[in-house]
C-alpha cells in the first residue's frame, strides 16, 4: 500500500513539472570587439511543447521563499515579477528568449539577484 501512494505521489510530481515553464539554461557569447553585440540567450523548458510562441513578450517571475529572523521558519513564498523576456525560437519542448526589460524594484519587492537566473518562471496566463 506504500508503495501505491509512493508512486502516485510520483506520477503527480512530474505531471505538475512538466507543465512548468521554466529557464534551465543561460549562455552568452563572447565579443571579439567593443563593436560586436552581445547577446544573452535563455534556454527555457516549454512545457508540453505548445505554450510559448516565436515573438511573443512573457512576464518571467521568481519564487521567493519568505522566513522569520532566524531563518528556521518559513513565513511563505511569494511571486515576484523580475522582468519581461521574448521568445526568438521554439524547438519543440525548448525555446530560446532574449531579455526585453527587468523591472525596477521601486515597486515591487527586492531581489537577492535582481537578473534573469535559472529556475525562473515565465507566466502564460
Given at each position: 500500500m506504500k508503495w501505491i501512494l509512493v508512486l502516485a505521489?510520483?506520477?503527480?510530481?512530474?505531471?505538475?513539472?512538466?507543465?512548468?515553464?521554466?529557464i534551465f539554461e543561460?549562455?552568452?557569447n563572447i565579443p571579439l570587439s567593443d563593436t560586436d553585440p552581445v547577446y544573452k540567450d535563455?534556454?527555457?523548458?516549454?512545457?508540453?511543447?505548445?505554450?510559448?510562441?516565436?515573438?511573443?513578450?512573457?512576464t518571467v517571475t521568481r519564487?521567493?521563499?519568505?522566513r522569520d529572523a532566524s531563518g528556521s521558519q518559513v513565513m511563505g513564498e511569494i511571486q515576484s515579477?523580475?522582468?519581461?523576456?521574448?521568445i526568438i525560437a521554439v524547438y519543440g519542448k525548448i525555446a530560446v528568449a532574449r531579455e526585453v526589460k527587468v523591472f525596477t524594484r521601486e515597486e515591487l519587492p527586492m531581489l537577492d539577484n535582481p537578473w534573469f537566473m535559472i529556475g525562473d518562471s515565465l507566466e502564460t496566463n
Amino acid at each position: 500500500m506504500k508503495w501505491i501512494l509512493v508512486l502516485a505521489l510520483l506520477a503527480m510530481h512530474s505531471l505538475a513539472s512538466a507543465d512548468e515553464i521554466s529557464i534551465f539554461e543561460v549562455r552568452r557569447n563572447i565579443p571579439l570587439s567593443d563593436t560586436d553585440p552581445v547577446y544573452k540567450d535563455f534556454y527555457v523548458k516549454n512545457g508540453d511543447g505548445a505554450k510559448l510562441k516565436k515573438n511573443q513578450v512573457y512576464t518571467v517571475t521568481r519564487k521567493v521563499t519568505l522566513r522569520d529572523a532566524s531563518g528556521s521558519q518559513v513565513m511563505g513564498e511569494i511571486q515576484s515579477p523580475v522582468g519581461q523576456l521574448k521568445i526568438i525560437a521554439v524547438y519543440g519542448k525548448i525555446a530560446v528568449a532574449r531579455e526585453v526589460k527587468v523591472f525596477t524594484r521601486e515597486e515591487l519587492p527586492m531581489l537577492d539577484n535582481p537578473w534573469f537566473m535559472i529556475g525562473d518562471s515565465l507566466e502564460t496566463n
